[in-house]
C-alpha cells in the first residue's frame, strides 16, 4: 500500500531509468539525508562519535569492497591493507606539506592506495575466485608488514604509531583531538554523500555494466568486446581508491592515530561480512551490512546499560558475540542474498499489500 | 495476543527507564571510576587478574569505609578486549558521565587517548605503562604512568643482569635476546635497551612476536637457539607470556636468564609449563600474597560476601596485587583532591591534580594496610612516572620468590632521554598545547 505506485506515470526515458523512479523512494532518500544533516542538533557526542562516523566510514570501505567483489566479482581479502595504505599515504602528505587542505590529502591519498590495488589486481587476470582471494591476502599481509617494518612510514615514531596532527579548514579545526565531533561528522558524511552518489553513477553507466558483465561471465564479455585486463584493474583501482579514502578518514577523523594492527586480516574480513550479510552488488546493502555488523554490537552492549540492566562487562560482551553471530546466520538463512534483497522482497510485499497474490 | 504482548512489554520498558532515571539521580553524589578491563581475547589471561584486583579494592572502599571521604565511588567496568578500537569506543562512552581518571589498561589505547586527555579533562593514569615520555609533566600534564616507566624497568633489567655478571662494564661483548610483542607496548623500551647497549658495549638481538603468532613462537625461539644470546630479556604480554616460558623450557634456554618485565610476572604465566618453569624471572612493584590487611579487607568484605567475579584462592596473586597497586593510586588520587579542593565529590580536573601531589610514603602504605606492599611513590608536577624502584622475582616452581633488593632504575640514562622523547613527541604533533596548569604545594 505504501508503495503503490499507482498514479506516477512515466512520460519519458530519463524519469523512466532515474535511480529512484518510485516517489516514496525520492521522498525516503530525502528524509534520511535531512536527518543525517541535521542529526548532531539532537545526537548526542557519542551517538555523532561512537557511532555515526565509524558507521559512515565502515559504509564508504564497504562500496569500494562492494564495487570488486559485488559488482565486479573478484573476491579481495586485501581491504584493510588498502585501508591502510590511504590512511598512511594520508599521514605521509600531510607531514610533508602541512599547508595543504586535508581534504585534499584525504581524497589524494585515495589515488595510492588506487595504484598499490591496480598492482595487487594484476594476478585477477590469471587467476579466479578463492585462488584470487589468496593473491589478495598476498597484498594483506605484505602491506601490513611494511606499515610495521618502514619507519619512515610513520615518521620514525618510537611506538610505531601513526598520530593525527592538528589540521584546519577555513579555520575551522578537522582533526586532531581538539575537533569537535560535529564537525568531523559532517565533513565525513558530506565526503560519503558524494562518494556514494559518484558511486552510483559509476554503476549505472557504461563503467559499472561492464564490471557486472565480467562478474556474470567473463567470457562472455570478452566475445562482447570488453577487454578484461583494463576492466578489472579499473575495478580494483576504484575500489582500492574508496578503500584508501575510507582508511584516511578512518584514522584522520575518527582514531585520531592508528597503529598499523588497525589495518589487519580482521578488518578486511569485517568489511567483508558487511558486504556479504548487507547484500552483494548493491549500494543499499553496503550501509545496511555495515549497521548491522558495526552498530548492532555496540546497541547491545550499551542496550542493556540504559534500560537498567546491569550485566558484567564481560558477560555482555559475551551475549553479543552470541547474538551478533545467531543474527548472521539467522539472516544469512532467511536470505542469503543479503539484507538488501530483503529490503527488495519486503518493498514488493508492500506494494501489493493488503492484496496479496 | 500479539498487541498484548507488545503492550506488556512496553510497560516494562518504560519501568526499567524509570528505574534507570532513579539511578542517574543517585548517581549524582557519588564519583564516577570508569575501569576499562579485558576479560574476553586472548590477552584475558592477564587481564582478569588485574581487572579483579582493580574492582576489587575499590569495592572494598566501598563496602569498608563508605566510599572516599564519605561518597561512594560508582564502579563501572567497560570491556576493551585489549582492542585499541573497542577502547576508544569504551572511552567515548564514560567520558560524558564525568569519571574521575581513566585506566586504559593498554599502551595502544594509552596512546590514542593521550591527545584527548588534556582536550576533555580527564587525566589518564597508565600504571606502569604506555608512553614513557609521558612522564614528563611539562609535556603531559594529563598523563601518569607510576610508579615506572618501561625505560626505567630495562634500565632495571640491565643493572641487574650487569650486577650478575659481576658490574655494568663486564657487559661488553655480551649478546642480550629481547623478545617483545610487536606492538606499541613491546616496541616502547627498544630505544633505551640500543642507547645502552652502545654504552655499555652489549650486542642487542630483536625478536618480534607478532600479535598473531603469540601462540606459537617456534620461529622465535628456533632463533634463539641458534643466537644463544648469554640473556634473554621479555615484553609480552597475554598468551604471549606462557608461551613464550615454554618455548624457553623447551628449547633449554636456562630460565636463571630469562627475564621479562613486570608484565610477565602472574602466576599464570609460570605455570603452565610446570616445573619447567623454575627460574624464571621477572621484575615486580606489587608484592603478591594475601597477609596484607587491606588484602583480608577484601577477602572479608567482598570475596567472602560475593560480591566479586574472583575466586577465592586467586586473591593476592602477582596481577592481583598490581591491579589492587593500581587502585591504591586511584584512591589516594581522589583523597587528595577532596583535601585540595574540599569539595566531596571531585571531577577530573580535581583528580589531576590529586595524582600530582600524591605521595604516598612507607608511613602511608602503613596506614592503608599494606606495609611493604611497594616501594613508597612520590609523584609531583615535573615528574609523573616517580620513577620508582622494583624488584626481582624467581619461580619456584609454585610460587613467586623475592630474589634481589629493590633495584633503583638508572635515572641518570633515563631522564635525558625521556626529556628528548617528549620534546620530539611535542615536535611531531603541531598545536600541542603548552601546559596551562598549575602546580599544586605537596601535601
Same mark, same amino acid.
Given at each position: 500500500?505504501?508503495?503503490?505506485?499507482?498514479?506516477?506515470?512515466?512520460?519519458?526515458?530519463?524519469?523512466?531509468?532515474?535511480?529512484?523512479?518510485?516517489?516514496?523512494?525520492?521522498?525516503?532518500?530525502?528524509?534520511?539525508?535531512?536527518?543525517?544533516?541535521?542529526?548532531?542538533?539532537?545526537?548526542?557526542?557519542?551517538?555523532?562519535?561512537?557511532?555515526?562516523?565509524?558507521?559512515?566510514?565502515?559504509?564508504?570501505?564497504?562500496?569500494?569492497?562492494?564495487?570488486?567483489?559485488?559488482?565486479?566479482?573478484?573476491?579481495?581479502?586485501?581491504?584493510?591493507?588498502?585501508?591502510?595504505?590511504?590512511?598512511?599515504?594520508?599521514?605521509?602528505?600531510?607531514?610533508?606539506?602541512?599547508?595543504?587542505?586535508?581534504?585534499?590529502?584525504?581524497?589524494?591519498?585515495?589515488?595510492?592506495?588506487?595504484?598499490?590495488?591496480?598492482?595487487?589486481?594484476?594476478?585477477?587476470?590469471?587467476?579466479?575466485?578463492?585462488?584470487?582471494?589468496?593473491?589478495?591476502?598476498?597484498?594483506?599481509?605484505?602491506?601490513?608488514?611494511?606499515?610495521?617494518?618502514?619507519?619512515?612510514?610513520?615518521?620514525?615514531?618510537?611506538?610505531?604509531?601513526?598520530?593525527?596532527?592538528?589540521?584546519?579548514?577555513?579555520?575551522?579545526?578537522?582533526?586532531?583531538?581538539?575537533?569537535?565531533?560535529?564537525?568531523?561528522?559532517?565533513?565525513?558524511?558530506?565526503?560519503?554523500?558524494?562518494?556514494?552518489?559518484?558511486?552510483?553513477?559509476?554503476?549505472?553507466?557504461?563503467?559499472?555494466?561492464?564490471?557486472?558483465?565480467?562478474?556474470?561471465?567473463?567470457?562472455?564479455?570478452?566475445?562482447?568486446?570488453?577487454?578484461?585486463?583494463?576492466?578489472?584493474?579499473?575495478?580494483?583501482?576504484?575500489?582500492?581508491?574508496?578503500?584508501?579514502?575510507?582508511?584516511?578518514?578512518?584514522?584522520?577523523?575518527?582514531?585520531?592515530?592508528?597503529?598499523?594492527?588497525?589495518?589487519?586480516?580482521?578488518?578486511?574480513?569485517?568489511?567483508?561480512?558487511?558486504?556479504?550479510?548487507?547484500?552483494?552488488?548493491?549500494?543499499?546493502?553496503?550501509?545496511?551490512?555495515?549497521?548491522?555488523?558495526?552498530?548492532?554490537?555496540?546497541?547491545?552492549?550499551?542496550?542493556?546499560?540504559?534500560?537498567?540492566?546491569?550485566?558484567?562487562?564481560?558477560?555482555?560482551?559475551?551475549?553479543?558475540?552470541?547474538?551478533?553471530?545467531?543474527?548472521?546466520?539467522?539472516?544469512?538463512?532467511?536470505?542469503?542474498?543479503?539484507?538488501?534483497?530483503?529490503?527488495?522482497?519486503?518493498?514488493?510485499?508492500?506494494?501489493?499489500?493488503?492484496?496479496?497474490? | 495476543?500479539?498487541?498484548?504482548?507488545?503492550?506488556?512489554?512496553?510497560?516494562?520498558?518504560?519501568?526499567?527507564?524509570?528505574?534507570?532515571?532513579?539511578?542517574?539521580?543517585?548517581?549524582?553524589?557519588?564519583?564516577?571510576?570508569?575501569?576499562?578491563?579485558?576479560?574476553?581475547?586472548?590477552?584475558?589471561?592477564?587481564?582478569?587478574?588485574?581487572?579483579?584486583?582493580?574492582?576489587?579494592?575499590?569495592?572494598?572502599?566501598?563496602?569498608?569505609?563508605?566510599?572516599?571521604?564519605?561518597?561512594?565511588?560508582?564502579?563501572?567496568?567497560?570491556?576493551?578486549?585489549?582492542?585499541?578500537?573497542? $577502547?576508544?569506543?569504551?572511552?567515548?562512552?564514560?567520558?560524558?558521565? *564525568?569519571?574521575?581518571?581513566?585506566?586504559?589498561?593498554?599502551?595502544?589505547?594509552?596512546?590514542?587517548?593521550?591527545?584527548?586527555?588534556?582536550?576533555?579533562?580527564?587525566?589518564?593514569?597508565?600504571?606502569?605503562?604506555?608512553?614513557?615520555?609521558?612522564?614528563?609533566?611539562?609535556?603531559?600534564?594529563?598523563?601518569?604512568?607510576?610508579?615506572?616507566?618501561?625505560?626505567?624497568?630495562?634500565?632495571?633489567?640491565?643493572?641487574?643482569?650487569?650486577?650478575?655478571?659481576?658490574?655494568?662494564? %663486564?657487559?661488553?661483548?655480551?649478546?642480550?635476546?629481547?623478545?617483545?610483542?610487536?606492538?606499541?607496548?613491546?616496541?616502547?623500551?627498544?630505544?633505551?635497551?640500543?642507547?645502552?647497549?652502545?654504552?655499555?658495549?652489549?650486542?642487542?638481538?630483536?625478536?618480534?612476536?607478532?600479535?598473531?603468532?603469540?601462540?606459537?613462537?617456534?620461529?622465535?625461539?628456533?632463533?634463539?637457539?641458534?643466537?644463544?644470546?648469554?640473556?634473554?630479556?621479555?615484553?609480552?604480554?597475554?598468551?604471549? *607470556?606462557?608461551?613464550?616460558? %615454554?618455548?624457553?623450557?623447551?628449547?633449554?634456554?636456562?630460565?636463571?636468564?630469562?627475564?621479562?618485565?613486570?608484565?610477565? $610476572?602472574?602466576?599464570?604465566?609460570?605455570?603452565?609449563?610446570?616445573?619447567?618453569?623454575?627460574?624464571?624471572?621477572?621484575? *615486580?612493584?606489587?608484592?603478591?600474597?594475601?597477609?596484607?590487611?587491606?588484602?583480608? @579487607?577484601?577477602?572479608?568484605?567482598?570475596?567472602? %560476601?560475593?560480591?566479586?567475579?574472583?575466586?577465592?584462592?586467586?586473591?593476592?596473586?602477582?596481577?592481583?596485587? %598490581?591491579?589492587?597497586?593500581?587502585?591504591?593510586?586511584?584512591?589516594?588520587?581522589?583523597?587528595?583532591?577532596?583535601?585540595?579542593?574540599?569539595?566531596?565529590?571531585?571531577?577530573?580536573?580535581?583528580?589531576?591534580?590529586?595524582?600530582?601531589?600524591?605521595?604516598?610514603?612507607?608511613?602511608?602504605?602503613?596506614?592503608?594496610?599494606?606495609?611493604?606492599?611497594?616501594?613508597?611513590? *612520590?609523584?609531583?608536577?615535573?615528574?609523573?612516572?616517580?620513577?620508582?624502584?622494583?624488584?626481582?622475582?624467581?619461580?619456584?616452581?609454585?610460587?613467586?620468590?623475592?630474589?634481589?633488593?629493590?633495584?633503583?632504575?638508572?635515572?641518570?640514562?633515563?631522564?635525558?632521554?625521556?626529556?628528548?622523547? @617528549?620534546?620530539?613527541?611535542?615536535?611531531?604533533?603541531?598545536?600541542?598545547?603548552?601546559?596551562?596548569?598549575?602546580?599544586?604545594?605537596?601535601?
Amino acid at each position: 500500500m505504501l508503495y503503490r505506485e499507482a498514479g506516477q506515470f512515466k512520460t519519458s526515458y530519463a524519469s523512466d531509468q532515474a535511480i529512484f523512479p518510485i516517489l516514496q523512494d525520492r521522498i525516503g532518500i530525502v528524509v534520511i539525508l535531512a536527518v543525517a544533516f541535521t542529526l548532531p542538533l539532537y545526537a548526542d557526542d557519542f551517538i555523532v562519535n561512537a557511532v555515526m562516523i565509524p558507521f559512515l566510514i565502515f559504509s564508504l570501505a564497504a562500496i569500494g569492497l562492494n564495487l570488486l567483489t559485488g559488482y565486479t566479482g573478484q573476491l579481495s581479502l586485501g581491504t584493510g591493507a588498502f585501508m591502510g595504505v590511504g590512511a598512511y599515504a594520508c599521514y605521509k602528505l600531510t607531514t610533508i606539506w602541512p599547508d595543504v587542505n586535508i581534504i585534499v590529502w584525504v581524497v589524494c591519498s585515495g589515488f595510492f592506495s588506487a595504484a598499490v590495488g591496480a598492482v595487487f589486481g594484476l594476478p585477477s587476470l590469471r587467476i579466479k575466485g578463492f585462488y584470487l582471494a589468496i593473491a589478495t591476502l598476498a597484498a594483506q599481509f605484505f602491506l601490513e608488514w611494511c606499515f610495521i617494518r618502514i619507519p619512515w612510514l610513520y615518521n620514525e615514531n618510537i611506538s610505531g604509531a601513526i598520530e593525527v596532527p592538528q589540521r584546519e579548514l577555513f579555520n575551522i579545526i578537522v582533526t586532531g583531538p581538539r575537533a569537535t565531533a560535529e564537525t568531523r561528522y559532517y565533513v565525513v558524511l558530506c565526503l560519503v554523500v558524494a562518494m556514494t552518489w559518484i558511486a552510483s553513477n559509476l554503476m549505472h553507466g557504461r563503467i559499472g555494466r561492464t564490471w557486472m558483465a565480467v562478474r556474470d561471465m567473463d567470457i562472455a564479455a570478452e566475445l562482447m568486446g570488453i577487454r578484461l585486463l583494463p576492466t578489472k584493474l579499473m575495478a580494483f583501482a576504484v575500489s582500492s581508491f574508496y578503500c584508501g579514502v575510507a582508511g584516511a578518514l578512518m584514522v584522520f577523523l575518527w582514531y585520531g592515530g592508528a597503529e598499523p594492527a588497525v589495518f589487519n586480516i580482521n578488518q578486511s574480513f569485517t568489511i567483508l561480512f558487511m558486504i556479504i550479510i548487507g547484500g552483494l552488488g548493491s549500494l543499499l546493502g553496503s550501509f545496511l551490512g555495515a549497521a548491522l555488523i558495526y552498530v548492532l554490537p555496540i546497541a547491545l552492549r550499551f542496550g542493556p546499560e540504559l534500560l537498567g540492566l546491569h550485566m558484567h562487562a564481560a558477560t555482555v560482551e559475551h551475549v553479543t558475540f552470541m547474538v551478533v553471530g545467531i543474527l548472521i546466520i539467522f539472516f544469512l538463512i532467511a536470505e542469503p542474498a543479503g539484507l538488501a534483497r530483503l529490503w527488495q522482497i519486503g518493498k514488493q510485499k508492500l506494494r501489493v499489500w493488503p492484496f496479496p497474490y | 495476543m500479539k498487541t498484548k504482548q507488545l503492550c506488556v512489554a512496553i510497560a516494562c520498558a518504560g519501568l526499567m527507564a524509570s528505574a534507570v532515571y532513579a539511578s542517574k539521580a543517585q548517581a549524582e553524589d557519588s564519583i564516577y571510576v570508569p575501569l576499562l578491563t579485558y576479560r574476553t581475547g586472548p590477552y584475558a589471561n592477564s587481564g582478569i587478574p588485574i581487572a579483579n584486583g582493580m574492582h576489587d579494592y575499590l569495592a572494598m572502599l566501598n563496602e569498608r569505609d563508605g566510599g572516599i571521604g564519605g561518597v561512594k565511588l560508582n564502579i563501572e567496568e567497560c570491556e576493551t578486549g585489549y582492542d585499541t578500537k573497542k $577502547g576508544v569506543e569504551c572511552y567515548e562512552s564514560i567520558k560524558g558521565k *564525568n569519571p574521575a581518571v581513566v585506566n586504559p589498561w593498554s599502551t595502544g589505547i594509552t596512546l590514542q587517548l593521550i591527545p584527548k586527555a588534556g582536550v576533555d579533562k580527564i587525566p589518564i593514569l597508565s600504571m606502569a605503562y604506555g608512553l614513557s615520555a609521558a612522564a614528563v609533566g611539562k609535556d603531559f600534564p594529563w598523563v601518569f604512568n607510576p610508579p615506572a616507566t618501561y625505560w626505567d624497568g630495562m634500565s632495571m633489567i640491565i643493572k641487574y643482569i650487569g650486577g650478575k655478571t659481576g658490574g655494568l662494564d %663486564k657487559l661488553k661483548g655480551k649478546t642480550v635476546g629481547f623478545i617483545f610483542l610487536d606492538a606499541g607496548y613491546g616496541r616502547e623500551p627498544i630505544p633505551l635497551l640500543e642507547q645502552l647497549a652502545k654504552d655499555y658495549g652489549f650486542k642487542v638481538k630483536l625478536y618480534a612476536v607478532a600479535g598473531k603468532e603469540m601462540q606459537d613462537q617456534s620461529s622465535q625461539w628456533l632463533a634463539v637457539r641458534r643466537d644463544r644470546p648469554d640473556w634473554m630479556i621479555m615484553w609480552g604480554w597475554g598468551a604471549m *607470556n606462557p608461551t613464550a616460558v %615454554k618455548r624457553a623450557a623447551e628449547n633449554g634456554y636456562p630460565m636463571d636468564h630469562f627475564i621479562s618485565v613486570w608484565w610477565g $610476572g602472574g602466576e599464570d604465566d609460570a605455570r603452565p609449563a610446570g616445573a619447567q618453569a623454575k627460574g624464571y624471572l621477572t621484575l *615486580n612493584f606489587a608484592v603478591p600474597g594475601e597477609k596484607f590487611p587491606a588484602i583480608e @579487607a577484601i577477602m572479608k568484605d567482598v570475596v567472602g %560476601k560475593g560480591k566479586s567475579q574472583t575466586p577465592k584462592d586467586k586473591v593476592g596473586e602477582s596481577h592481583y596485587n %598490581k591491579g589492587v597497586y593500581n587502585s591504591v593510586m586511584i584512591a589516594e588520587a581522589i583523597r587528595n583532591a577532596q583535601k585540595l579542593t574540599g569539595k566531596k565529590v571531585v571531577t577530573g580536573e580535581d583528580v589531576r591534580r590529586g595524582l600530582e601531589t600524591m605521595h604516598i610514603t612507607a608511613a602511608r602504605w602503613k596506614e592503608l594496610g599494606l606495609d611493604g606492599f611497594a616501594a613508597p611513590l *612520590n609523584i609531583t608536577c615535573a615528574d609523573h612516572s616517580g620513577h620508582q624502584p622494583a624488584y626481582m622475582q624467581q619461580w619456584d616452581g609454585a610460587k613467586w620468590v623475592k630474589v634481589s633488593d629493590w633495584i633503583q632504575p638508572m635515572t641518570d640514562k633515563v631522564g635525558p632521554m625521556l626529556d628528548a622523547a @617528549a620534546k620530539e613527541y611535542v615536535e611531531k604533533n603541531s598545536g600541542w598545547p603548552k601546559r596551562t596548569e598549575a602546580c599544586d604545594k605537596a601535601m
